[in-house]
């Protein structure tokens, strides 16, 4: 039996239960791959659930508003994805009659479909031999092959996806994609992979090398920069005052309380002050700190502290401003 064979058979006796597996067509398995992208499939699975119920096609989702759309994504973060996947179904609504195209060089064409998106919807919803490759691909493919070039390289994730295609051939696309990701989450983790459970552990050259920590092969992460923000929570006759970010850039569009990036925690009030006056047109009484928090994203972080305040004088610019109760 070929590693193909093994893998198929694996899978097929221990794949996990999704909702977009139980009806893999290709609108449900579009939303479902955006959605894991760098997100985790226990976070995605209400997620989905509840985008489905609402958004229950490519019209519904065409539609809908783009605030109606974002809402529904709060919490999962990378809002661009969310964006471009409304962008992409009024595309589909107003040029393609709500269908969506089936092969990979035709979905290759529509906005945030790259290679990836473009294989996923391509074989599992249509069974054309055209293979996935994401980070769990590129770990399963490394150890099994014992593949040494640096994986980060767009150069070397051509070559799997190339060397792919040819292992896909004959088999059935849409199980061997999956299995192959499924095998990455489950099995051949990052570390401490779970060797003896696997099903090609006799084909696996990275094991039988004792090479599995070492691979796959990529080049240390740097050290993320790390920004200090303050803002205000400004409010009076009991509603807060929202601004809305920019229409381009991270987080677009989304609505946040007034603030920014401070240089030094011992002059952040004076800062967040003067910040204030700049967005809002007003000047403020600071309060006491309400509270800190921080968060991680893909290349920085954020440390943010958070005031209490209220207005004392000036006239507010209203453009990008609400308020809430």
């Not at 199980?175 to 990701?181: A, L, R």
Request: hydrophobic content about 35%; overall charge positive.
């Amino acid at each position: 039996m070929d590693w193909q064979d093994k893998l198929l058979r694996w899978y097929d006796a221990n794949k996990r239960e999704m909702p977009w597996r139980n009806k893999p067509d290709a609108y449900r398995t579009w939303i479902s791959e955006i959605m894991l992208q760098q997100t985790q499939v226990d976070t995605v699975i209400p997620y989905f659930e509840r985008f489905i119920k609402s958004f229950t096609g490519i019209k519904k989702l065409a539609d809908a508003d783009t605030d109606d759309v974002l809402k529904h994504w709060e919490g999962l973060g990378y809002y661009s994805r969310a964006r471009n996947l409304h962008k992409c179904a009024r595309l589909l609504r107003d040029d393609y009659n709500c269908k969506m195209p089936k092969t990979y060089e035709e979905l290759l064409k529509l906005p945030g479909f790259g290679r990836y998106t473009a294989a996923a919807v391509a074989s599992i919803a249509n069974f054309e031999e055209v293979a996935v490759v994401d980070g769990n691909v590129l770990r399963v493919y490394s150890r099994l092959f014992k593949y040494r070039k640096d994986v980060t390289k767009e150069s070397s994730k051509l070559e799997i996806f190339e060397k792919l295609n040819k292992s896909i051939k004959g088999k059935n696309p849409s199980s061997f994609n999956q299995g192959m990701m499924e095998l990455g989450a489950v099995i051949c983790k990052p570390s401490n992979p779970h060797c003896p459970l696997c099903p090609l552990n006799d084909d696996c050259k990275a094991l039988q090398s004792g090479l599995i920590d070492e691979l796959p092969n990529k080049p240390k992460k740097k050290k993320v920069p790390v920004y200090k923000l303050a803002v205000a929570v400004i409010s009076k006759n009991g509603d807060y005052l929202l601004q809305q970010r920019a229409d381009t850039g991270m987080l677009a569009g989304l609505w946040e309380f007034p603030g920014g990036k401070v240089s030094s925690r011992k002059n952040e009030k004076r800062e967040l002050q003067e910040k204030l006056k700049d967005q809002l047109g007003i000047e403020v009484s600071l309060q006491e700190k309400l509270g800190s928090c921080s968060h991680s994203y893909s290349h920085f972080k954020v440390e943010l502290n958070i005031y209490g305040a209220s207005p004392v004088s000036g006239r507010l610019k209203y453009q990008g401003l609400t308020a809430v109760n």
